[in-house]
């Protein structure tokens, strides 16, 4: 029997509890709820009002994974939705997942959570912007920690606050709080920061994604700004071998960075951080922290 739980109220009912999702940790659907649970004070305000996209792996990480925008069937009706029109549906529309229930429901499909640089009711008006460092093998995360400390020095420069999480996978994602600004603006910008990192660190960075070019070095993705795009989102699961999880670090351990294992966080790593340092991420969602974007002079109109 599918046992039936009340979340604030809402009755859900969740599905194969026993289930091993990750069949090298051994950890399980039940774990993987409770881990969400436990982090959504800080990972919520991360997630409203921002649609989501889901990587669903119901099956556990070592069968199918697949995207999903759509509301899935069966979306229950309180859980609320925004408008994402898209080219091929005008209508399309999103979970947007604004409180604990949601997020318990949507952790019940076994999910990773990846979300727009905007919010609802002002799509393609970013209010954050965001770099995706990619380290291409022989180069690690402790690679990306060097790149990352030159963006914040250049970001910082220009008035910006720079906040660092790992990807949960390889890298590091740098996300900066900006007053609302056309994600086409933000995207340029990123753009013209990347080639310029590449271009004062050119035995370490690139920004273009062609594989030929980035064996050894650190690939600045700025293109997930573009207003199409997500990321995913701080404190999200990722579907890797282990439950690693996107997590906000603190600029001194971006710092100290040597070895990669340095910076691989468990579930059960993150529920402890949170317990001892707070939601490092938290001063993302200051509007008095928010800034607007500088000019670059290689961006494009």
């Known amino acids: 029997m599918t046992p039936i739980t009340e979340v604030e109220g809402r009755r859900l009912a969740l ?84 409180d604990l229930p949601t997020l318990v429901w949507a952790a019940n499909l076994v999910v990773e959570f990846h979300v727009h640089q905007w919010r609802a009711g002002a799509p393609a008006v970013a209010d954050r ?7 291409g ?34 890298g590091l994602h740098l996300s900066v709080p900006l007053e609302p600004t056309p994600s086409a603006e933000v995207s340029a910008y990123a753009k013209a920061l990347a080639r310029e990192a590449e271009r004062e660190l050119p035995a370490l960075v ?5 594989k030929a070019l980035r064996p050894g070095k650190v690939f600045v993705d700025h293109s997930q700004n573009a207003a199409a795009k997500t990321t995913a989102a701080p404190y999200t699961l990722r579907a890797r071998p282990l439950p690693t999880v996107s997590a906000p670090v603190d600029w001194a351990e971006v710092e100290a960075c040597r070895d990669p294992a340095e910076l691989v966080f468990l579930a059960d790593d993150v529920t402890a951080r949170l317990s001892r340092d707070g939601d490092l991420f938290a001063p993302l969602s200051d509007p008095g922290l928010a800034r607007p974007l500088p000019r670059h002079p290689d961006a494009a109109p």
Not at 144 to 163: F, N, Q
């Open 15 to 98: 599905s194969n509890l026993d289930k091993v999702l990750y069949p090298e940790s051994g950890y399980t659907k039940a774990e993987v709820v409770h881990y969400y649970a436990v982090v959504a004070d800080a990972m919520l305000p991360h997630l409203r009002d921002r649609p989501v996209s889901f990587l669903r792996y119901p099956d556990g990480v070592e069968s199918q994974r697949f995207f999903s925008k759509n509301p899935p069937p069966g979306t229950p009706a309180w859980v609320k939705t925004a408008r994402v029109p898209r080219s091929e549906d005008e209508r399309a529309e999103q979970v947007l997942v604004q």
């Open 137 to 170: 093998p022989p180069a690690t995360v402790v690679e990306c920690c060097a790149a990352a400390l030159w963006l914040r020095e250049r970001l910082t420069a220009e008035g910006l606050h720079v906040y660092a999480k790992t990807s949960g996978s390889k």
């Open 129 to 135: 912007l965001v770099l995706d460092l990619d380290p």
């Open 206 to 210: 690139v920004h273009r994604m062609a």
